[in-house]
């Protein structure tokens, strides 16, 4: 049976943001065809006036209650009251705003609008592949495009392990998932399952407000980077010094301490002599499995992500202590003749420090450098009635493109 669908038709907006607006000539070129690991100071403060300025159009149209800023790219606003109020349509609200916004800022953004925040995003995704910018999505509408759409691995919020394990049940694609018995589904993915089977007939009950007042269960900070190939073990250990004091200068500047610390250290998948990246595996019993996994036509990252944490005595701050308990942490983490390609360091539990705060002093610095944070998911179960959102991992981000904007209009 279809679940009940309990949304306002249209009612939200997912606005993206080209994020490499106005990057400087040869930025990617200097970093191998890449992106920075993280953004130039520089960089970053362009992109929040940008999305500030992007943000004083959408108080057009909504309340700052209204508006999420997920990341410096990608927004979503609950456009329920002006739809209502105007007797407006969404799609002709999101071609409206994508017009202004291009003719005041010159900025050229993606729209998509949907019933809940779900479509709104796979609107937005199908709107970045649209020529006029601008996409419309319904329980209907996506389920007439998206349910025999293959690979499912291409759909938002369904990753490649996610797609394996739904092979090993038989299912392809949407129309798989929404057929298949929940209990089978919940059988393999735990409560994961709710997400899969909301989202294969299109729903989300989570709205924009439960995400605002979403408050995460702990804290935590994070940096990580992509390592170029040849690599040796010096550069890499600077590299992890290097993040791991800018984050106690965070740390610092917020006057919070870390109760522990973990490294992450990513592999490249092992697909034979070479891995895809052309990095040689010397480890016998790698190639061996390799050619293994080669023979079951089944891809096997060996040996993938080694993870290495450590609890502190009591909360910490200082960098020269942390960043001993990191290169320890490498020791243990490294594999012999393998070149890791990614490298993240995160301080968690992160609570206030006994020494007295500097942030006062030093706060449009850190507004600066707060663009460069990630995001990470926060999910809380509690059955059908379960909020699943996405939090900036530094939710002051969200807050500082509010208050830019917020301030300029007031001026």
């Known amino acids: 049976m279809e679940p009940f669908v309990n949304a306002t ?23 191998n065809g890449r992106r920075a ?19 004083r159009t959408y108080l057009r149209y909504a309340g700052p209650g209204d508006i999420f800023v997920r990341s410096i790219g990608e927004h979503f606003i609950d456009a329920e009251a002006y739809l209502a109020t105007t007797g407006a349509d969404s799609h002709d609200l999101a071609c409206e705003l994508a017009r202004i916004v291009f003719a005041e800022t010159g900025i050229p953004i993606e729209v998509g609008a949907g019933d809940n925040l779900f479509l709104a995003k796979v609107a ?30 291409d759909l938002w919020g369904f990753g490649p392990e996610t797609a394996r394990r739904l092979e090993q049940l038989g299912i392809y694609d949407l129309a798989g998932v929404a057929g298949e018995s929940e209990e089978a589904l919940y059988r393999e993915f ?22 605002l007042r979403c408050k995460a269960a702990g804290s935590s900070v994070s940096k990580a980077t992509l390592m170029p190939s040849r690599c040796t073990g010096y550069q890499m250990e600077r590299t992890i010094c290097g993040m791991t004091r800018e984050l106690c200068e965070d740390l610092a500047l917020d006057g919070l301490a870390a109760t522990s610390v973990t490294l992450h250290l990513g592999y490249p998948a092992v697909c034979g ?39 502190f005595a009591r909360p910490i701050a200082a960098a020269e202590p942390i960043a001993a308990a990191v290169n320890r942490l490498y020791e243990k983490a490294n594999v012999a003749g393998l070149e890791p390609w990614r490298v993240s360091v995160t301080l968690r539990d992160l609570v206030p420090s006994s020494t007295p705060s500097r942030s006062e002093p030093m706060l449009r610095l850190l507004e ?7 995001s990470h998911v926060a999910r809380n179960h509690a059955g059908r009635g379960r909020q699943f959102v996405l939090l900036p991992a530094y939710r002051g981000y969200s807050d500082m493109v509010a208050k830019i904007a917020l301030d300029e209009e007031a001026a």
């Not at 690991?37 to 943000?55: H, I, N």
């Not at 937005?124 to 759409?149: G, N």
């Not at 735990?190 to 995400?211: K, N, S, Y």
């Open 190 to 211: 735990g409560a994961e399952a709710e997400f899969l089977i909301d989202h294969a007939w299109g729903m989300e009950p989570c709205t924009l407000r439960q995400v």
């Open 9 to 31: 038709p249209g009612r939200y907006l997912c606005v993206g943001l080209p994020i490499d607006i106005d990057e400087p000539a040869g930025a990617s070129a200097a970093n």
């Open 273 to 311: 002599p070479a891995g895809p990246h052309g990095r040689y595996s010397d480890d016998p019993a790698e190639r061996i499995a390799a050619a293994s996994a080669r023979a079951s036509e089944r891809t096997r990252a060996l040996p993938g992500y080694v993870c290495e944490s450590r609890c």
């Open 124 to 153: 937005r995704d199908r709107a970045s592949q649209s020529s006029s910018k601008v996409a419309l999505l319904d329980a209907a509408s996506f389920r007439r495009d998206y349910w025999l759409h293959r690979p499912i691995a």
């Open 37 to 55: 690991p993280w953004l130039p100071q520089a960089l970053a403060d362009l992109w929040a006036e940008q999305a500030a300025s992007v943000y």
């Open 368 to 374: 600066a450098r707060v663009a460069r944070r990630g």
